[in-house]
């Protein structure tokens, strides 16, 4: 099988509808997303190490 890369550019990304929708994150319990996380075997529950190697950002890192 032959897999095609498609080349976009930052401003092109930027641009792009994002997959995520955050509100309804937001508005759901543990408990839903615990099940959620149990029904998809693409998802798994992130251990509290795995947790804290992660950073918070906000806004624009690039400075503009």
């Known amino acids: 099988m032959t897999e095609k890369t498609t080349r976009v550019t930052?401003?092109?990304i930027r641009k792009l509808k994002?997959?995520?929708n955050a509100q309804k994150?937001?508005?759901m319990t543990d408990e839903e997303i615990d099940k959620m996380i149990e029904n998809d075997p693409?998802?798994?529950q992130l251990t509290d190490e795995e947790?804290?190697?992660f950073q918070?950002?906000?806004g624009d890192t690039n400075g503009k």
């Open 42 to 44: 693409d998802l798994y």
């Open 56 to 58: 918070v950002v906000r």
């Open 18 to 20: 994002s997959l995520s």
């Open 51 to 53: 947790l804290a190697e």
């Open 10 to 12: 930052l401003d092109q």
């Open 25 to 27: 994150v937001k508005s």
